[in-house]
């Protein structure tokens, strides 16, 4: 039988939504949600609540919103809370040794990897852009270091081909608020039975940043798919078209031997707007301009004039 814990969560993006709504569902008690501070968002610029306090919210769980844990209050207003455990998912902050060393049972950690690989900020995006064919969660029991404490349990799935990180992002959330739930059922034993990570292998993520989803028509179709999905659906992959930004939210790899320079659309018709690229061709389904709506290939072709442009190059043909 489940005993029940006193739980502290701590996280902020859509990511660790799943595993809050999992521990409010449980036997557990979940004392107070600590999440980042309201940021502004959207084109107003509005200040805005994680998506892991809009859930404690409707939940009537206290929500905390320190700036750091750099301060003695804040330390023993955690404190206050008495938890068992604290439960720790993309929170965003690096929690110091001695909030580690608050809960009875130590913090635990919801990782979006198999670790080693991919200990840090992106593990999702990299996993793509690496061409993975496997990725997973894995829950540790959470130490100074960044991502290196011992394993409690981890479970994996195969990438596809298809795959984006907005979808594996949604399987793994769903995931990791399963394996919480299971290495909870008997925490002492998990924490017992924990695994130290391997030395080998070990490969950080760090964060992405808008300056990487600028594409390189010279890179292989194959590279330039994976950004493509790895930056859907931040910060987006996009190359430039008529000296404005276009972006790419979807395309496949075509195998294709070709003599152009790479960026030259090949071929534009309503299946796809085909480009040359380092090797092979991609062929783009999916583009947005800056400002306007998300349209297919079919639908861009029918005020563009495309063939023989150069993407990527600073001027372009105009329809």
């Not at 809370?81 to 608050?102: C, E, F, S, T």
């Not at 299946?271 to 090797?279: L, M, N, R, Y």
Request: hydrophobic residues 45%; aromatic residues 4%.
């Amino acid at each position: 039988m489940t005993i029940p814990l006193r739980i502290v969560y701590a996280g902020t993006p859509e990511f660790a939504v799943p595993a809050l709504q999992a521990l409010c569902a449980s036997v557990h008690s979940v004392q107070a949600v600590y999440t980042q501070p309201d940021r502004p968002a959207g084109r107003g610029r509005v200040l805005t609540a994680s998506p892991v306090k809009q859930c404690a919210l409707a939940h009537s769980i206290p929500v905390e919103q320190p700036v750091n844990f750099r301060d003695d209050a804040t330390i023993e207003h955690l404190r206050a809370y008495q938890p068992d455990v604290m439960v720790v998912a993309a929170y965003g902050l690096i929690l110091p040794q001695k909030v580690l060393d608050i809960p009875r049972m130590g913090c635990i950690n919801i990782h979006a990897s198999l670790l080693p690989r991919w200990r840090g900020a992106a593990p999702i995006q990299r996993s793509i852009l690496a061409g993975d064919t496997e990725t997973g969660v894995t829950i540790m029991k959470m130490e100074a270091g960044l991502d290196t404490g011992p394993m409690l349990k981890m479970q994996g799935f195969d990438l596809h081909e298809q795959d984006t990180a907005a979808s594996v992002h949604d399987r793994l959330a769903a995931l990791g608020a399963t394996l919480l739930l299971e290495v909870l059922q008997d925490l002492p034993a998990a924490l017992r039975d924990a695994r130290a990570q391997p030395a080998a292998a070990v490969s950080y993520a760090k964060k992405l940043s808008k300056e990487e989803a600028q594409l390189d028509w010279s890179e292989s179709a194959q590279q330039l798919d994976r950004k493509i999905r790895a930056f859907n659906p931040w910060p987006v992959a996009e190359t430039r078209f008529q000296d404005q930004q276009l972006r790419i939210w979807q395309a496949q790899v075509i195998s294709m031997k070709h003599d152009a320079v790479p960026g030259t659309v090949l071929a534009a018709t309503t299946t796809g707007i085909q480009v040359a690229c380092g090797s092979d061709v991609l062929n783009i389904t999916q583009v947005q301009q800056a400002g306007r709506k998300t349209l297919n290939a079919a639908e861009f072709i029918k005020s563009h004039t495309l063939t023989g442009v150069q993407l990527g190059a600073s001027t372009g043909k105009h329809s």
